[in-house]
């Protein structure tokens, strides 16, 4: 077998723990321990409160809206954000209290009015807490018939319910931007997610990070276990779908388009596109297949079924052939459409790679078939499960 390292054999496999000897004299034997991993020192979610919480810190659109003729915006942040709750009011939903806290500038903004004569740290607790209902009516009255509750602000936090959560909020007015914090019961919680939907749409993350595989396939054909097993290096097989001058792109088995070779490379012929559900050619095989009678159990386990394994020479394999994969990101996947030039490093006329129920299990050339299109087998890994060294 060939040796893929040049590392020297003593150093290129390592422990996955250090165990050398750490004692101080030369007579103590004992090792470096590994400590197990506890799971109390982990921190905790509650089960309960998870797909609430998943539900609530998606990615969200900010909403943006006119405060008294100048542009602001409200966005969500994480739940561990800092805030200043230097100022604190409660809004009384029904029974359900919400206490919302941020820093005095913060509540300064928030209660901005053309009408107003009087910064917010001057007034009195109650009275500024009538006012802030006053200029928050705008936004209080729909939410009140929404909820089909009566909303009331009082002054301070409210005691705190035994379970709660809190949601993080910045508002962003004037090139100013001030942190908020809104504390709330677990049902509470749940009761406002449909309004939090509407008013902070959730966005869902490009992850133009994540690299996926394109395969780049000439072709395919279906054969029984028992076809595949008989093929020798030599061996033609006849491809489907198997054209001259295009290829399939496969992203997943879920997406695919095709493409065309062009003299920089390969030019798709259009975006990614859902594959259609393929017809279950095989699925009255695999009925057979799993009807035929159970092989008695009192037979030796050492001495294999003959009839068994003549079974199983009926099982569906799916031969591909492959011209290459390449990795893209899903933002170049998402850019990909009609013209769009791919890289192909492998000349078509040259070896394919033979994947089979989709590992690499060989290799073949192309070969023409009168006006049709096959592979002749060059090397086939019948037994170990991929294609040897290239």
Same mark, same amino acid.
């Given at each position: ?82 805030? +200043? ?90 090139? +100013? ?214």
């Amino acid at each position: 077998m060939t040796n893929l390292s040049s590392a020297p054999p003593e150093t290129r496999f390592q422990p996955l723990f250090d165990t050398t000897d750490t004692a101080d004299s030369p007579g103590d034997t004992t090792a470096a321990r590994v400590t197990p991993l506890a799971i109390s020192a982990l921190p905790r979610v509650e089960a309960s409160r998870l797909a609430l919480h998943n539900a609530l810190h998606v990615l969200r659109q900010p909403l943006g809206f006119d405060w008294h003729g100048h542009v602001a915006s409200l966005r969500l942040l994480d739940q561990n954000t800092q805030v +200043e709750q230097a100022q604190a009011i409660t809004l009384c939903l029904g029974e359900e209290r919400l206490t919302l806290s941020g820093s005095t500038r913060a509540f300064d903004r928030l209660s901005q009015h053309p009408e107003r004569l009087r910064e917010w740290h001057d007034v009195d607790a109650e009275l500024a807490a009538m006012w802030l209902e006053v200029v928050w009516l705008e936004w209080l009255e729909p939410l009140e018939a929404s909820l089909g509750a009566g909303i009331r602000l009082i002054p301070g936090k409210s005691a705190p319910p035994e379970s709660t959560m809190r949601l993080c909020f910045i508002l962003e007015l004037d090139g +100013e931007s001030h942190p908020l914090a809104l504390d709330l019961a677990i049902p509470t919680a749940e009761r406002l997610l449909p309004q939090l939907d509407r008013a902070f749409p959730a966005q869902r993350a490009p992850a133009n990070g994540i690299i996926s595989t394109l395969r780049v396939e000439c072709g395919r054909q279906t054969l029984t276990l028992g076809e595949f097993r008989s093929l020798r290096p030599g061996d033609v097989v006849m491809l489907d779908t198997a054209t001259d001058d295009e290829v399939q792109l496969n992203l997943a088995d879920h997406f695919g388009c095709r493409a065309r070779f062009g003299e920089t490379g390969l030019q798709a012929t259009g975006p990614l596109i859902a594959n259609r559900p393929e017809s279950h050619a095989n699925s009255s095989l695999e009925e057979s297949v799993m009807s035929e009678p159970p092989v008695d159990k009192k037979e030796s386990p050492t001495q294999p079924s003959l009839e068994a394994d003549a079974v199983m020479d009926n099982l569906p394999v799916q031969l591909t052939c492959e011209l290459g994969r390449l990795e893209l990101s899903l933002g170049e996947l998402r850019k990909l459409g009609e013209g769009s030039v791919l890289p192909l490093e492998r000349q078509p006329e040259r070896a394919v790679d033979l994947v089979v129920n989709g590992r690499r299990m060989g290799r073949g050339r192309l070969v023409a078939i009168g006006d049709a299109i096959g592979v002749q087998i060059v090397r086939l890994a019948l037994d170990e499960g991929h294609a040897g060294n290239d």
